[in-house]
């Protein structure tokens, strides 16, 4: 059974600063892989959609890799601001069953 | 472009009272459509799903059930709404049940149950 893990759950980092959220997952055999943000109360904006084949996508500050054979995604933010501040959430599609499975998140936090 | 939109955005409703959450798409034809709960403090729980007009998909047993009437439009429902079925619900599409092109979502619907 597919399980995604997100470290840290909660981080906190002043303005400016460069980070990786980390998502793992247990089952490598994966269709593709999804980063999410969430605003408080609202719903989920795609970040960057990541095919098994890849190994990484960019938009803007961001930076999302894919090393399907470890079972490991990192996000990266560069250049940290405090709009940036949500929780981001990655899920992953099984190349089987072709379910999201879902992280619990991790919930960032920029200070100005 | 495509866009998803979902209502109401807030909603405060009587426990045994009925609920009705729509969804509809635009600018896409026969998309796959999903939804979603999300329990405060926990990840997001796929509810239904469904493939075309009238074929729906329960992946969980409950107190709801939705309908799809219109190839772009995903209606969620119950007659008689429970304290437990507070939550926030989130309506998302996507162009193929693989997702190879991702999964969109709508804005949301915070339902609290009195």
């Known amino acids: 059974k597919q399980e995604v893990t997100q470290i840290p759950a909660a981080l906190s980092v002043p303005e400016g600063e460069n980070l990786v959220l980390n998502c793992s997952f247990t089952d490598s055999a994966i269709y593709n892989l999804q980063w999410f943000r969430q605003d408080p109360g609202k719903g989920l904006t795609s970040l960057l959609l990541i095919q098994s084949s890849q190994r990484e996508q960019t938009s803007g500050r961001l930076n999302a890799s894919l090393d399907k054979s470890s079972g490991r995604s990192t996000l990266y933010i560069a250049a940290s601001q405090p709009g940036d501040s949500a929780t981001y959430l990655c899920?992953?599609?099984?190349?089987?069953?072709?379910?999201?499975?879902w992280g619990a998140g991790t919930k960032l936090i920029i200070k100005p | 472009s495509q866009t998803i939109h979902q209502w109401p955005a807030t909603l405060v409703q009587p426990v045994g009272s009925p609920l009705s959450l729509e969804c509809t798409v635009e600018?896409?034809?026969?998309?796959?459509l999903y939804w979603y709960r999300q329990a405060a403090g926990r990840g997001l729980q796929l509810l239904f799903y469904s493939v075309g007009i009238g074929q729906i998909s329960s992946e969980v047993p409950q107190n709801l059930s939705a309908s799809r009437p219109q190839d772009r439009q995903f209606i969620l429902s119950s007659k008689k709404l429970l304290l437990s079925d507070s939550g926030f619900y989130l309506c998302?599409?996507?162009?193929?049940?693989?997702?190879?092109?991702?999964?969109?979502f709508g804005s949301g619907t915070r339902l609290t149950v009195v």
């Open positions: 600018g896409t034809s026969n998309p796959n």
């Open positions: 998302a599409w996507s162009a193929d049940l693989a997702g190879r092109d991702g999964y969109t």
């Open positions: 899920a992953v599609i099984g190349d089987s069953n072709y379910q999201l499975i």
